[in-house]
């Protein structure tokens, strides 16, 4: 496949089962998804609405394969916390792709952040995000989502 | 007659003839008939509110008869999640049920509808399977718990339909149905849904970081 077609997949609407490690185990919430794509399909854009920790959330994802590296990069924003753009970048490899960005938070220290999406079919797709403290070293998976087609 | 001619319908008659909706046959108030219509007693309240602690999103767990009136005690559970929106600024409100179970996806709707002159509600629902909007159940709220009839024919038989919103706190409710096909004698349970509402305010333990 065409590199930059590799998330053509995401397109269409999809339902959502959240998990976040809590205290008392995995927290399980429902979401949804919509992407598009736009810009004569160079572009695509998720809507993403679900909920994180117990709170309502509303995110928008933007991604776009970037020609010259060869790589997608992908940015995102929510509700929860508006703002903080990052720019995670990436290339598929063997059906999955990791995008990594890094940062450093609000007491100075360097967090690298890892998004994944693995496990892609015609309906259904897993994704995880996870950070690191010590440079890639160990993970700490605090999201995972999967996501199944909606067929309505 | 499709449903929404069964709706214009409703609406223009509930308007002026409020003593023969068939909620009221099932009030079992023979003297009621006779009432002048457009009297309304001191029992009739204002109702235009009585759907707004609903309004946010729910969790949603769903138990099912599978074969309602066959004597098949089979029940099917369903997890999932209830939007309900207002409509009209609160005149109406529209209800979204996502859930899936054992016995597969389940996507419901219910419109609810204030008909402010015979202060009674109209609950319309369709599911994504069936493609129509159903014949509405109708009725009110009292005492914090609302009662809704109708008349339909299930399998073939005339049968009366009650739909119960009840428990209601501020982050939990009821909601039942129940078939009856001797004339409101006995009643069958057939759907019985109990929803947990979703904060939207940020739990205090949350971390905030989604990145």
Redesign the interface.
Same mark, same amino acid.
């Given at each position: 496949m065409e590199a930059e077609r590799e998330f053509d997949f995401l397109e269409g609407q999809w339902?959502a089962v959240c998990r976040v490690p809590?205290?008392k185990g995995w927290v399980e919430?429902?979401g949804t998804l919509t992407a598009s794509r736009t810009l004569d399909g160079l572009v695509s854009l998720e809507r993403f609405e679900g909920?994180? =920790?117990?709170?309502? +959330?509303k995110?928008l994802g933007l991604r776009a394969f970037n020609r010259e590296s060869r790589e997608w990069e992908h940015t995102?924003t929510?509700s +929860?916390?508006p703002g =903080?753009f990052?720019l995670w970048k990436g290339a598929f490899r063997d059906g999955k792709i990791d995008l990594f960005?890094e940062w450093s938070d609000e007491g100075g220290k360097q967090?690298r952040?890892r998004l994944t999406w693995s496990d892609i079919r015609a309906d259904s797709a897993h994704w995880e995000?996870a950070r690191s403290f010590d440079g890639g070293k160990t993970w700490q998976v605090? #999201?995972v989502i999967d996501y199944r087609r909606r067929r #309505? | 007659m499709n449903a929404l001619t069964q709706i214009r319908t409703y609406l223009l008659m509930s308007s002026l003839v409020l003593t023969l909706l068939p909620l009221q046959g099932l009030a079992q108030k023979k003297a009621d008939a006779s009432r002048p219509m457009p009297q309304q007693t001191p029992t009739e309240r204002e109702g235009q509110h009585d759907f707004d602690f609903e309004i946010g999103t729910w969790k949603t767990h769903l138990s099912r008869l599978l074969h309602p009136l066959t004597g098949s005690k089979t029940w099917v559970e369903y997890d999932g999640t209830t939007v309900v929106r207002k409509v009209w600024n609160g005149r109406a409100n529209l209800v979204e049920l996502v859930a899936d179970g054992s016995a597969g996806h389940f996507e419901g709707l219910n419109l609810r509808l204030y008909n402010p002159q015979s202060r009674q509600w109209s609950l319309n629902f369709a599911s994504s399977s069936g493609g129509t909007l159903s014949q509405p159940t109708i009725g009110e709220f009292k005492n914090g718990r609302g009662e809704f009839f109708d008349q339909e024919t299930f399998n073939g038989r005339a049968i009366f339909v009650r739909f119960v919103i009840s428990d209601i706190t501020p982050n939990s409710c009821r909601f039942e149905q129940a078939f009856s096909d001797d004339g409101g004698k006995t009643w069958e349970v057939n759907w019985i849904a109990r929803d947990t509402r979703i904060q939207d305010e940020p739990d205090k333990a949350r971390p905030s970081h989604t990145r």
């Open positions: 339902d809590s205290e919430a429902p909920i994180y =920790h117990g709170g309502a +959330l995110g995102w929510d +929860l916390e =903080h990052h960005a967090v952040s995000s605090h #999201w #309505w | -």
